[in-house]
Nanobody
Framework: QVQLVESGGDLVQPGGSLRLSCAASGFTLEDYAMGWFRQVPGKGREGVSCISSFDGSTYYADSVKGRFTISRDNAKNTMYLQMNSLKPEDTAVYYC?????????????????????WGQGTLVNVSS
């Protein structure tokens, strides 16, 4: 069955970097729409970055643009989120998510669509 497992969350100082990983099994990651989302307790979920299976486009939330980079290693069936220049407001539980091939842009994956498969989340804590 489809499974997503996140790792890489940690406590990091402001200005630091982390790389999150999302290991996928049960499907071929490069064929699916994929995304990273985050949630702070008491707040709604935010689409951080997504990759469209439709046109290969990527999307970044304004809050992370220029600091975060989404990527995939198809040989390892793994997706990554490289996070640089981290800020305290980046503190959240980060989730990776996947959707079977769908005609949706990366922006709408992150902002509108509810993706079907989700990982368990990994905590990123940016604090001095």
């Amino acid at each position: 069955q489809v499974q997503l497992v996140e790792s890489g969350g940690d406590l990091v100082q402001p200005g630091g970097s982390l790389r999150l990983s999302c290991a996928a099994s049960g499907f071929t990651l490069e064929d699916y729409a994929m995304g990273w989302f985050r949630q702070v307790p008491g707040k709604g979920r935010e689409g951080v970055s997504c990759i469209s299976s439709f046109d290969g486009s990527t999307y970044y939330a304004d809050s992370v643009k220029g600091r975060f980079t989404i990527s995939r290693d198809n040989a390892k069936n793994t997706m990554y989120l490289q996070m640089n220049s981290l800020k305290p407001e980046d503190t959240a539980v980060y989730y990776c998510a996947a959707d079977p091939p769908v005609v949706v842009t990366a922006k709408n994956l992150c902002r509108v669509r509810h993706l079907e498969f989700w990982g368990q989340g990994t905590l990123v804590n940016v604090s001095s």
